[in-house]
C-alpha cells in the first residue's frame, strides 16, 4: 500500500515537544506523529508503538541516548541523597505482614 502525504499544524509547544521527544528517543518526528495518529485511532501495532521499538535499542544507541539525557549535578545529587536518608530517619518503620 502506498504512504499517503498529510500536512498538519501543530502549536509552537506541541511541534517543540514533538522534536524532544524524537530526539531523546532517536526517532524521527514524523514516526512520533504516525505512531501517535495510529494509538489514538486503535490502529497501533505491537510492532511500530515506541515500547516496543526500545527493544530493539543497541548498546551504541543506548549509549549515546544517555548521553544526552539530564543529569543531576553533584550539588543536586548531595541533596537527593540526604533528602532520602532523612525520610529513612522520620518515617515510620513498616513491619512486614509475616514477623
Known sequence: MRDMHLT?????????????????HGVAKSQVVRDAVASYVGLATSESTP??????????????????????????AG????GIAASRTSLPHVTPPWE
Not at 498538519?8 to 531523546?24: G, P
Not at 516496543?52 to 543536586?76: C, D, F, G, K, V
Open 8 to 24: 498538519l499544524r501543530l502549536s509552537r509547544d506541541l511541534a517543540r515537544a514533538v522534536s524532544r521527544w524524537a530526539k531523546t
Open 51 to 76: 515500547a516496543n521499538q526500545a527493544a530493539l535499542l543497541t548498546a551504541r544507541a543506548a549509549s549515546r541516548r544517555w548521553a544526552s539525557l539530564p543529569h543531576l549535578s553533584a550539588e543536586e
Open 79 to 82: 541533596g537527593l541523597a540526604g
